[in-house]
């Protein structure tokens, strides 16, 4: 399975981005999608994840602004992340799990949201 991720950017407090991560190899509508980011200094955390049903859950920060989002014809998961904070501010990775476990990572895309 390979993830490139795009769409991180450099924009102000309260902007907006809209991460996109494209699969290919592996069954992409089988697995599980996520995004996790890690901000310098901290460990990587799980930021969002939607199944192959399409339920969604959030870290209690980004809940009512982020929305995790999968199209599985064009084999991609978004990110749409709205009312951004300083806080944001990290670098976003896209992953998949598949049936067996197995994870896969992206090579991350860089959001900062400037104060």
């Known amino acids: 399975v390979r993830l490139v991720e795009s769409g991180g950017d450099l924009v102000q407090t309260g902007g907006s981005l809209r991460l996109s991560c494209a699969a290919s190899g592996g069954f992409f509508r089988l697995n599980t999608m996520t995004w996790h980011r890690q901000a310098p200094g901290k460990q990587r955390e799980l930021v969002a994840r939607i199944n192959s049903g399409g339920w969604a859950d959030y870290i209690d920060s980004v809940k009512g602004r982020f929305t995790i989002s999968r199209d599985n014809a064009k084999k991609t998961v978004y990110l749409q992340m709205n009312s951004l904070k300083p806080e944001d501010t990290a670098v976003y990775y896209c992953?998949?799990?598949?049936?067996?476990?197995?994870?896969?990572w992206g090579q991350g895309t860089q959001v900062t949201v400037s104060s």
């Open positions: 992953g998949s799990v598949d049936v067996l476990g197995s994870a896969y």
